[in-house]
């Protein structure tokens, strides 16, 4: 009997030995991963994983830092793998359900990923990272109504987030639903008063929500965006388009001079400038437009005879009767009469 108790108790300590050992290597793994995450040695996390693996085979978690590195070094296929057979073992973890879904929605399979976002989301309800992230996988498919409504979601989470606004706009812009896209970005602004962008981008809204309260308002924007810096061809083409709605002729001038003071060859804003000079009766400056344009080498024969018409009604209100002629006999020919 003293014998068998003997045995037992050495029995009982090995086991014990053994128990204890087994922690001291989940500790020193725990401790070697945490260091690597902590100094960003990714390559070093993914190396490890064979000699972890080896010492501890039923330690999941090996596989969770193996896809935290491969997600962060961007090899998305692999960290996919990775995460996919940890979440398999262990689903409490919901950080490894967010990451496989932004490596499926980098891998451009944002239908998988959304079925990651949906369990990510039922741990984690109120994150608005989350909602960004299905955003991005409704955009992708093309799906609006959903993409508006998950950053709607985000606004309501957090009404500071300026971007999540700026794309707001944008989602209801695709749906031409042009009201709503100004009273996002009007938030935008809020947030953001410097962004000459958000300017630019409120007034072509203006413009094509085909609300004519808010159309009047778009040149103060457009005007905005130029005093914050916004010089481009783009803002001063739009401008162009605003000012001739508005029939402010003195601003469509104005435009087109800047327009070809970025190129001076561009025929399109010569015609422009021509007629609108016309309007206001700066007859001899549109004329010099006109000329340039229809001895352009690269006008066509419509551009040509409209600003042949132009011309001629120039020299008509300038009571120039030789040269208004001259160019008559020049459309009549062209029109074939």
Sequence with gaps: MKRTFLMLAFVLFGAAVFAQSEEEIL???ISTYNELSSTKNYDGMISSFEACHQELPNWDFAYYYKGLAEFNKQDFQSAVKDLTAFTSKVDSVS??????????????????????????LQ???NDKAAYLEMA????ALNQYDAYTEDLKKVVSLDASNESAYRNLAT???????????????????E????????YFTRATYKLSSKDAELAKTALDDLNKAEELGKTDAKLYDTKYKCCAMMKNYDCAVESCTKLLEINPDDINV????????????????????MDKVINHEKVNDKTKLNAL???????????DAAKANADLELINKMSGK
């Design 136 to 139: 991005n996988s409704h955009r």
């Design 191 to 198: 947030l953001n008063a410097s962004n000459s962008e958000y």
């Design 123 to 125: 741990k984690e309800p």
């Design 171 to 189: 989602a209801y812009a695709m749906q031409k639903n042009y009201v709503s896209a100004v009273e996002s970005l009007n938030k935008a602004v």
């Design 309 to 319: 018409k132009t011309r001629y009604m120039c020299y008509k209100s300038l009571n």
């Design 270 to 289: 010569l015609y422009n400038r021509a007629n609108t000079l016309y309007k206001i009766k700066k007859y001899k400056e549109a004329i010099a437009d």
């Design 27 to 29: 500790n020193k793994w």
């Design 95 to 120: 950080a490894a359900y967010m990451m496989i879904a932004q490596c499926l929605n980098s891998l451009s399979q944002p239908q998988d990923a959304l079925s990651y976002l949906n369990i990510y």
